[in-house]
């Protein structure tokens, strides 16, 4: 099992950038894909970014794509997401999820673990 604490979020003005970071307990941090997911208000939570275990592999939903990076510290247990030309659209609470895997590639489509969430705030 693993425990998930994402950190980062705030208010920021369009066009700017945060990053996130989410620190997973455990000492098996290296044999979880990772996901970031985000959930506006009276909307259904969508993905945003995931990446395999190894690193290797990253995908983006078309909406962050350009904008978006996400990567990962094995020997920190820490994944990011670097955010950057920040939209009013981006405005959700963004959580992190892992799924623990056996194949060094692969994303998951449905992850077992969730961090509490952080908010981003992004104004006009």
């Known amino acids: 099992q693993v425990q998930l604490v994402e950190s980062g979020g705030g208010l920021v003005q369009a066009g700017g950038s945060l990053r996130l970071s989410c620190v997973a307990s455990?000492?098996?941090?290296?044999?979880?894909?990772m996901a970031w997911f985000r959930q506006a208000p009276g909307k259904d939570r969508e993905v945003v970014a995931a990446?395999?275990?190894?690193?290797?592999?990253?995908r983006n939903a078309d909406s962050v794509k350009g904008r978006f990076t996400m990567s990962r510290d094995n020997a920190k247990n820490t994944v990011y997401l670097q955010m950057n030309t920040l939209k009013p659209e981006d405005t959700a609470v963004y959580y992190c999820a892992a799924k623990q895997v056996n194949i060094a590639n692969i994303i998951p489509p449905i992850y077992d673990y969730w961090g509490q969430g952080t908010q981003v705030t992004v104004s006009s």
């Open positions: 990446i395999s275990r190894s690193g290797g592999f990253t």
């Open positions: 455990g000492r098996t941090f290296s044999t979880y894909a």
